[in-house]
């Protein structure tokens, strides 16, 4: 590792984590699959465990809301609101989040907040089942949840570092990673199939069912207080402020950051997915084309997930990340150029691959190069970026998109991507030298 960055080498304490005799080298097809040592530690298998279920729990939700809220509008313009209603919160108490899960037991944290997201599942299911047919109500419990999931994330991102050691938490993030894809892609579809078969109310009971396995895994995670190293502090303002200093000290922290910035603002095209469907791939039919378009990046992400053996090994999480962000361009630039939908599918699959390839090391840089003290608030901006940052896109695209054409703007938008990484590459060595 890099240590003019940081003198924390992000192995995880004894009382944390299980030792294990150093592993054979992989052969064979082997070296191609998912490196699953991670797994072999029970507290890092508990948590990830968990995540398998609500990974696809939580997409159950996410279908149920919006499609409650059109049944009772018929508007597509609430559905919109009701998602940014749930950003604000999200943003606010991620931030906060993170500067808490700096300065008590991280396990009791994620105890506290995911009884609370499961809580909400219950109060969504409550409304849903009692014909209560408020927006309004509906939006309140969002912002809650997502309140309750900004809480959530930093503490247990950066407890990953607690459990597993340094050179395995790109394996680890690999992991997680492709977990969360896969619920992205099944979720939609498992609510798709449920929803004619037993109602959309018990859409919300089978995540707060889901999120009773979670709390079963954090349960038995081991104390995850401050380091004995760290000052005893308050979780103010203030810490979220020294937290954004921290970043700006840090180069290679304020890369990582910037690169995924990057990536989603200029490179992320769903919001033109749409009008592509409609003009561009018309003659595929239209909702084949939406469909294909919007699953084509998980599905990549997931099959970069499953062969993330390739390359969780590799040592040069800065070089890794600029090679995976520049792939992201140049493939969001073929999926631009290509008139037909399966060679822009197979662009767009490949870009879901470069994709996992660069959160799985900026997520490992976030916990190496950051001590342990820093790494909940590192991990609260880094879930702010990760929400934020496709946003932003949608709006950019989309105005893009009317005044300039969609594959145009789509093209162009990877184009600055290559662009711009490869300057800030060049420009400032810290991302570039980074090693563990």
């Not at 969002?142 to 395995?168: C, H, K």
């Not at 003009?279 to 939406?290: S, V, W």
């Not at 995976?324 to 493939?331: K, L």
Request: aromatic share 8%; charged share 15%; net charge positive.
């Amino acid at each position: 590792m890099d240590t003019s960055e940081s003198t924390d080498s992000g192995t995880a304490p004894e009382d944390a984590k299980d030792t294990e005799p150093a592993a054979p080298p992989r052969r064979g097809w082997r070296r191609w699959a998912m490196d699953t040592r991670p797994l072999r530690i029970p507290a890092y298998r508990r948590l990830w465990s968990s995540t398998i279920v609500t990974a696809v729990g939580s997409q159950l939700t996410a279908v149920a809301v919006p499609k409650q809220i059109y049944d009772i509008t018929g508007s597509s313009a609430w559905v919109g609101a009701a998602s940014m209603a749930g950003l604000l919160p999200l943003i606010v108490f991620a931030l906060w989040g993170g500067a808490i899960a700096d300065t008590m037991d991280r396990r009791k944290l994620l105890l506290i907040t995911n009884s609370g997201i499961a809580l909400t599942s219950v109060l969504f299911w409550l409304q849903a089942v009692t014909g209560l047919e408020s927006v309004a109500a509906l939006m309140l419990l969002l912002a809650m949840q997502q309140a309750f999931w900004g809480l959530n994330a930093p503490a247990r991102n950066a407890s990953i570092a607690r459990l597993v050691p340094a050179e395995q938490l790109a394996a680890a993030n690999a992991l997680g990673s492709t977990v969360m894809q896969t619920g992205q892609v099944v979720g939609p579809l498992l609510a798709g199939a449920l929803i004619p078969v037993v109602g959309l109310p018990e859409l919300y009971l089978i995540d707060a069912l889901a999120l009773c396995v979670t709390l079963w895994a954090v349960v038995r995670l081991p104390s995850l207080p401050p380091l004995e190293s760290a000052t005893p502090r308050r979780a103010g303002w203030r810490e979220v402020v020294a937290g954004f200093r921290y970043i700006s000290l840090h180069k290679v922290l304020l890369l990582s950051f910037l690169a995924d910035i990057v990536a989603m603002v200029f490179g992320m095209p769903r919001a033109l997915f749409p009008q592509l469907a409609a003009q561009t791939y018309a003659p595929y039919g239209e909702g084949l084309a939406l469909g294909t378009l919007f699953a084509a990046i998980p599905v990549g992400a997931v099959v970069g997930g499953l062969f993330s053996g390739t390359f969780s090994r590799a040592r040069r999480h800065g070089w890794m990340v600029i090679g995976a962000v520049v792939a992201w361009g140049v493939a969001i630039t073929g999926f631009g150029l290509s008139r037909n939908l399966w060679v822009g599918v197979v662009f767009l699959a490949a870009a879901g691959v470069a994709d996992m390839v660069s959160m799985v090391f900026r997520g490992a840089i976030l916990l190496s190069a950051a001590t342990d003290e820093m790494r909940g608030r590192m991990q609260g901006v880094f879930t702010v970026v990760v929400a934020g940052g496709p946003r932003l896109a949608d709006v950019l695209h989309g105005t893009a998109g009317s005044a300039f054409g969609a594959r145009t703007a789509v093209a162009g938008g990877g184009i600055l991507v290559v662009v711009i990484m490869l300057m800030l590459a060049f420009a400032v060595p810290a991302l570039r030298r980074y090693r563990v």
